[in-house]
């Protein structure tokens, strides 16, 4: 059975758990506090020497990080990766900007904010900059929500799932999605695909 190590409150790691939730796959979830320092451990650097969650480790041993990664290895050959080579590379679009422009603007102010319990102004500038940058991935997005159901090909795919993570916390952060009339509804579209599973927000 896999075993995926998360910080249960993570958006990188709840991207892992919704797919292996959604494909029926068996998991040990196994809960690591980043916040105490448990994924700068001598043991946990062998899994993954850049010591950070998730990573899905296999049956033989072998782990792989990066929640991109374990996505894309985890729904090749299922509904949720087309096989067309341009479709995969539109989802590997979304999913290239989801860790670029999205998620270290939008999730990196959440975390500081609500998990690692900084203030704004021990933020100061920093969070400026995460805010302006994270309010242009998501009006990006919205923006190309407007003319389909979902990200790539009008199909629920991982690039759905990726960028659905952090966007629908995105409040947690302090990023309005108020006028993001698009974002409004395909968050409640992945909220209705089967086998959904909320992210877990408070922890332990
Ligand atoms: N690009 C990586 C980012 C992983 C990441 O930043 N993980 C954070 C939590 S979301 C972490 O483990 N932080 C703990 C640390 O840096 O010590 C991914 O998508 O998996």
Known sequence: MYKLYEYP?????YKVKLLLTQLGRPFEAIPVDILKGESRTPEFYAKNPNGRIPILELDDG??????????????????????????????????AFEQYSLEPNVATARFWLKYA?????????????????????????????????????DQYSIAD????????????????????????????????????????????
């Open 9 to 13: 409150p993570s958006g990188n790691s």
């Open 62 to 95: 072998r782990t792989l990080s990066e929640s991109t990664a374990i996505l894309w290895f985890l729904a090749d050959g299922s509904q949720f990766l087309p096989d067309d080579a341009w479709l995969r590379a539109k989802v590997l679009q979304w999913l």
């Open 117 to 153: 319990g900084k203030s704004q102004e021990e933020l100061g500038e920093r969070l400026k900059i995460w805010r302006e940058a994270g309010a242009a991935a998501l009006a990006l997005l919205d923006e190309a929500l407007g003319t389909t159901r979902f990200l790539v090909n």
């Open 161 to 204: 799932i990726c960028l659905f993570a952090y966007t629908h916390v995105a409040e947690d952060g302090g990023f309005s999605l108020l006028h993001h009339a698009n974002i409004l509804s395909w968050i409640e579209r992945v909220r209705s695909q089967s086998d959904f599973v909320p992210m877990v927000t408070r922890w332990p």
